[in-house]
């Protein structure tokens, strides 16, 4: 029988408009400069734990636009970092990871987010080992593959036989969900709130692994950290400022992601209780983020880890406390 689930995303050109006046720009990969003096920030659709850059515009610098450039995943992201196409991103750990280690011109630059992430599934699954045999949905090249796999190990299942690993998009997983496609999946918000709305449970925390619940971080384009650096540091306070006040004011944030995305209102309550924001790079993060590469490695998601001396630049965070 198929499980009742309400469509994720209505994602309209006029509620877009709507918020132009907070965001400055919104574009899509296609369109982007339309300003050609903007400080173009990639972030992905309708993740809460991605929507900083909403805010950012109110924290700019006179004169300053920032140019918000939407994706459907992390690793497109970072591509567009590594080429140019946008200066800032707003993304997964892992991709910035998996840009360091092919030699490309991609830093981490802040942290954004912690959490954001569920092992959800069919309330006849009431423990680790009742997924024994069962289809599990993951987003490949994601924190969230790391934390189902060393979950799995921890519980004494082999991710590669005693289960059966269904490759989704974030934006599939609900759906695959609801419509019986997989038993149960380790993915992203609004996924996990959406799952749990049409009857699913937490099987187990996915935060309980040696990675933490490590995931989103502020990317950066090499060229543009070392040719504007100035430019750069103000676009790190400006999203550590909205950070700041997102988590002052966690009700202006719940309804940007209903005005911005025609959300539920109710399910984003819920997500974004399972949102951590951040922007400190502070030892315990680079720890985690280093042993992540390190369980990238291990499961074949990287053929060696990156120079971790080369992931990290801390200086643009510099000044963020002095206002």
Known sequence: MKRPFRHLFSFLAVTLLAVAGLTGCIATPDSAGGDPGAIRIGTLRGQPHLYAPYFMQRFAPAGTTYEIVLFENSP????ALASGAVDIGVLGAPAVLAGVAAEQDVHIIASAADGGSGFVGLPQIRTPQDLRGKRIGFPAGSSQE??????????GLDPDTDVQ?????YSDMASAYSSGRVDA???????VSLARQAGAHEIVSPYETSIGATNIVVGGNGRFLDEHPDRARDAVRAFARAIDFMKG???????GLVETFGLDPAVTDIAIGNVWLRWELDDEFRGRV???????????QLPAAPDMQKVFRTEFLDTVGAQ
């Open 146 to 155: 790391i934390a189902l796999k060393l979950t799995l190990r921890a519980h």
């Open 185 to 191: 999946f380790l993915s992203a918000e609004m996924g």
């Open 165 to 169: 690993l269904v490759n989704l998009a």
């Open 249 to 255: 004011d966690r009700a202006a944030w719940a309804a």
């Open 76 to 79: 497109d992201i970072k591509n």
């Open 290 to 300: 280093t042993e992540l590469a390190r369980q990238m490695v291990d499961f074949d």
